[in-house]
């Protein structure tokens, strides 16, 4: 299926046996064994190749944070044109590239909106490959809004996903889920901007222009100026 060039995907590469090998082992020797803490990772396979890996495979989710000292995620009201996403809980999401967006980008100085997405399309026979949307406000484009952050795996059990979305004709898979209770991680890992396969195609808005545009055409996202 076709969609609209704004949203992104990786090429499809399957993984070479050797790398599945490395990446199983990584987790069951380190991940699952770190108790919260964090984990160095230094395979030569792309980091969000392993953040992938995991959320494809494993019963976890991510969270993508600048702050690296989180011992346990407590809910907390989200503001978000979704229902689904503006709750008191605790938001994480089952793709590694879209949680290491929300570790990089540098919402303590420059950005102050955020407009993103990562879903599949639901087809006949199972699901698509992942789709994504970045965005941050057009101003702190030029300041090259990016840091060092985390990404905290947290077990996936007292999540629940966003249910199944139509959008122009098309149904979705968001790749968004909350937990209502507090969550305590399993493990943490470092990634810098670099490990974001995607740093060089996020786009930049008006947040003022989107916040119209989304009130009176809610199904309009992401409400592009062109």
Known sequence: MQLPSHYLKLPVTALAPEIITSFEHLFAERVLRAGGAGIDYTLPAPKWQFLNYMADTKEVVMHGSGDSTISEFQPRQSNDVDEFGDQRAVYAAS???????????????????????????????????????????????????????????????????????????????????????????????AVNPSDFPFLGQIRGHDPVAVRQRSMTDPDGFPWLDD
């Open 95 to 189: 793709d590694g590239i879209w949680a290491t967006y929300f570790a990089i980008v540098d919402r303590d100085r420059f950005v102050r909106s955020l407009v993103n997405t990562c879903f599949r399309v639901v087809e006949p026979g199972g699901t698509s490959e992942p789709y994504y949307y970045f965005s941050v406000n057009r101003g702190a484009l030029p300041h090259q809004p990016w840091r060092p952050g985390t990404v905290y795996v947290l077990p996936r059990k007292t999540f629940e996903p966003q249910p199944w979305q139509r959008s122009r004709g098309i149904e979705i898979e968001s790749a968004q889920w909350r937990s209502f209770v507090p969550v305590k991680p399993l493990a943490r890992i």
